[in-house]
């Protein structure tokens, strides 16, 4: 019974969660925390620490077969307590139950002052019934006022703890960016005084690409402080907005033309784009066509960007456009890009599909972004040596044939 101030509160339980996902964070090696894709690591500690959203699959229903019993009973006759046993019968049932079940075992910020009904176990919600007499219209009725229960309190205690999740998401991440920007700081005044220092790791410097419209700031470091490179996020985040309002531009005005485009021509139309806003440092073009359908920025000889283009033909061939962007990228937290052009009318169960196999790859670790699978969805991705993370975002652009 979790009525008011009867019961362990569910906010003490999720301030205990944040404590500790903090409390790993402060104590997390520096070296790592530089290393990690940041997407990864939050997840993790959310994994770790925070309560997860319970469900139960009321469908799913099991139970005992109905089992005589004795029943105590007690009555007061004449001032005198007198015990007697009758004949009664038992049913347990029982349904499936995930996430942390322990949150249900205390108060949320809404609640009733009523019993709760069900027990709640780890994996289940359990239903014991006992009584001299039992029909299947109280038992089935029993049952409904357990679902009906229980419901309620899950919808009271999920609520609080994507509240919670949400909040405690964007601190950890915050927190984790400022002790970066503090460890890099270090780092870099250690880099830059004139005695022996011996470095214990460093953080990587973006790629010096600008563009030509809306310039970015850039992070610069001192000679003595040259890590590898690789693609600012800010950067990363405004050519992806870039090549999504492409793609919804050339959705709009598409025309038979150019909905008979191979990839290599649909890819050209797209490096022409991307080249009008943006120049690499020494002003020349940044985005480069390579092979058949590559889409690269290069630094140093080496590939800080890399966006395949594809035309859909099935999931196996989204698999094998994913394994060869895998090949291509050799940095940690590389950034790239799945762009897949679909010529065919049921494009919303293609781009089903599509996110499907892209979810169901061995190396995808995170789904972070996917409120709109039609535009586009952000995921993270574990390279060959597990030690790497590769931020992938997949576009889906539209090019239906003519329904004639």
Same mark, same amino acid.
């Given at each position: 019974?979790?009525?008011?101030? !009867? ?17 790993? *964070?402060? !104590?997390l090696d520096a070296d790592t925390l530089l ?28 139970g005992t077969p109905v089992q005589e019993m ?56 359990? +239903? ?41 998401? %964007? ?16 780092? !870099? ?14 953080? %990587? ?18 000679a003595e402080f040259t890590p590898e490179p ?35 021509? +649909? %890819?050209? *139309? ?58 291509? +990228? ?35 670790? +995170? ?21 790497? %993370? ?15």
């Amino acid at each position: 019974m979790n009525g008011s101030m !009867r019961g362990p509160q569910l906010a003490e339980l999720l301030g205990r969660s944040a404590r500790a996902a903090f409390d790993e *964070l402060d !104590r997390l090696d520096a070296d790592t925390l530089l290393r990690e894709n940041l997407e990864v690591l939050v997840h993790g500690l959310l994994a770790r620490h925070v309560p997860e959203p319970v469900s139960v699959d009321w469908t799913a229903v099991s139970g005992t077969p109905v089992q005589e019993m004795t029943i105590e009973r007690t009555t007061m006759e004449f001032g005198e307590r007198r015990d007697y046993r009758i004949p009664g019968r038992r049913i347990t049932i029982s349904w499936p139950l995930t996430g942390t079940a322990e949150i249900l075992r205390r108060q949320a910020s809404q609640f009733t002052l009523g019993p709760d009904r069900g027990t709640i176990r780890d994996d289940s919600v359990q +239903l014991a019934i006992e009584s001299p007499e039992l029909s299947t219209e109280f038992v089935e009725r029993q049952m409904a006022e357990v679902r009906e229960d229980v419901d309620r309190r899950i919808g009271w205690a999920n609520h609080d703890v994507a509240v919670h999740r949400t909040a405690v998401e %964007r601190e950890l991440k915050q927190a984790a960016e400022a002790r970066r920007a503090r460890i890099t700081e270090n780092r !870099r005044i250690s880099a830059a005084l004139n005695i022996p220092i011996t470095p214990t790791g460093v953080q %990587r410097p973006p790629v010096p690409a600008r563009r030509r419209q809306v310039p970015l700031q850039q992070r610069r470091a001192s000679a003595e402080f040259t890590p590898e490179p690789v693609l600012d996020e800010a950067i990363y985040q405004d050519i992806l907005d870039v090549v999504e309002n492409w793609a919804r531009s050339l959705e709009r005005t598409c025309t038979p033309p150019i909905r008979a485009l191979g990839e290599e021509a +649909l %890819r050209d *139309l797209l490096l022409g784009t991307l080249n009008g806003y943006w120049r690499g440092a020494a002003g020349g073009e940044l985005f480069n066509g390579e092979g058949k359908t590559d889409i690269l920025i290069r630094e140093d000889g080496r590939n800080a960007f890399i966006a395949e283009c594809k035309v859909w033909g099935g999931a196996s061939r989204a698999t094998a456009a994913l394994d060869q962007l895998l090949s291509y +990228l050799v940095w940690r937290d590389t950034k790239a890009a799945l762009i897949v052009f679909i010529k065919n009318t049921k494009a919303s169960d293609i781009i089903g599909r599509l996110h499907q196999a892209v979810r169901e790859h061995p190396r995808h670790l +995170l789904t972070v972004h996917a409120t709109d699978d039609e535009r586009r969805a952000d995921y993270v991705f574990s390279a060959d040596d597990g030690d790497r %993370r590769i931020e992938l975002a997949v576009i889906p652009v539209v090019l239906p044939a003519d329904a004639a």
